[in-house]
């Protein structure tokens, strides 16, 4: 495990970028209705700090260290050599390295929120779980193609049918309020924080604010959706073929219920929750991240699975899951703003040595 997380770190590790931070400094009372909880609740210390970037940065490494030390714990607790094997897998497939090189993006936020509701439910606290998923709707409205179905799924294994309907309409529902009832920001807005934010101490980025002047149709004419979906079929064509194996070559990952039409609903929505990220073809031109997206949907699929069954993978379903895993490997994952991987040899491992040693590695990004 310690191998692995410091395999990711070397690979993809980099400080928050100025993109991160600029996005962060959204809030709703700066007459932003999107993605605004982050920014709302730093909002406090960045006017004390004038929108210093390390209040944005420090959020960054805390939301990712959180998500990481969930991760390391089930990892510690579980007596599942299944679920580790997955997790170590996770860790060392592009996915680890792309966790670090995007520390604090919405992505950590969601899966973050995703975990903490899943923890209340677990315990019964159902309004609270479900507050905390309409909470996410209002970090990203991604939240209804990403970390919802998983929710979804969970809430049908503890709650009753309609119950867990009802669970879901609160999230849905403000998923739709703001992407259909309520512009991005109101008039002004981003041209007002772009003014402040242009005098804090990292480069801020007009790129990223301009997201909330345009519109879903605007946004499309911008990239070609035909282009996103065919770059994320091998990721949707391996995870779906792995999920569809891996339930028929063994039981470890079939959920027990009273009433037969009920299992075919469960495997629908665990089978929704891996593909959903795929839609976000739709949404926007990060090709990559929804690739990231998918396969560690896969992931937290199979690992809630095998934790809600208490069973192991079986000798055949293992083959075919280091054989996906040897698949995804060769689908690697570009980085922003010319990033890349750091090559596995002494040249790159040494460089990066130093950054860290004189510190570089934590200079604001310039790009």
């Known amino acids: 495990m ?10 993809g590790f ?12 959204v809030s709703v009372t700066d007459g932003f209705r999107r993605r605004v909880l982050v920014g709302t609740l730093l909002r406090p210390l960045a006017l004390a700090t004038d929108y ?20 390391v714990g089930v990892y510690l607790r579980t007596g599942s050599a299944s679920v580790r094997l997955l997790i170590v897998g996770w860790l060392l497939l592009p996915t680890g ?55 979804a799924m969970v809430a049908l294994w503890r709650l009753a049918f309609w119950r867990a309907l009802a669970a879901l309409a609160p999230p849905a529902l403000v998923t739709g309020a703001v ?23 990292f480069p ?22 035909s282009k996103v979906l065919l770059y994320l079929a091998p990721f949707l064509t391996i995870a ?22 009920l299992a075919l609903v469960h495997g629908v929505i665990a089978a929704a929750a891996i593909t959903m990220p ?28 095998l934790r809600h069954t208490g069973r192991e993978l079986t000798p055949p379903q293992v083959a075919v899951l280091v054989a996906a895993m040897l698949l995804i490997t060769h689908l690697p994952l570009s980085y922003f703003d010319g990033y890349a991987p750091r090559p596995l040899h002494w040249t790159a491992i040494r460089q990066f040595l130093s950054e860290v040693v004189h510190g570089h590695v934590f200079v604001i990004p310039t790009r």
């Open 2 to 11: 310690v191998v692995a997380i410091g395999l990711a770190v070397y690979t």
């Open 14 to 25: 980099r400080a928050p970028s100025a993109w991160t931070a600029t996005l962060h400094s």
């Open 52 to 71: 210093d970037y390390w209040v944005f940065a420090g959020w960054s490494f805390l939301v990712s260290a959180a998500v990481l030390g969930v991760v």
């Open 97 to 151: 390295g792309y966790f670090f090189h995007e520390v604090g993006y919405y992505d950590h936020v969601l899966y973050l929120l995703l975990f903490a509701a899943l923890w209340l439910l677990h315990r019964n606290r159902v309004v609270l779980a479900v507050a905390v998923m309409t909470l996410s709707v209002l970090a990203h409205e991604i939240t209804v193609l990403t970390v919802l179905p998983i929710f």
């Open 179 to 201: 992407l259909l009832a309520v512009a991005p920001a109101a008039p002004g807005a981003t041209g007002r924080l772009a003014a402040t934010v242009a005098q804090a101490d």
């Open 204 to 225: 801020y980025r007009p790129d990223a604010l301009a997201l909330f002047n345009r519109t879903q149709s605007q946004s499309w004419q911008l990239y070609s959706v």
């Open 240 to 261: 779906v073929v792995a999920f569809l194996v891996l339930r028929l070559v063994g039981d470890a990952l079939t959920v027990n219920v009273s009433r037969p039409p």
């Open 278 to 305: 795929a839609t976000l073809a739709f949404a926007g031109w990060d090709k990559d991240r929804w690739g990231f997206l998918l396969v560690t949907n896969l992931v937290v699929v199979l690992v809630l699975h």
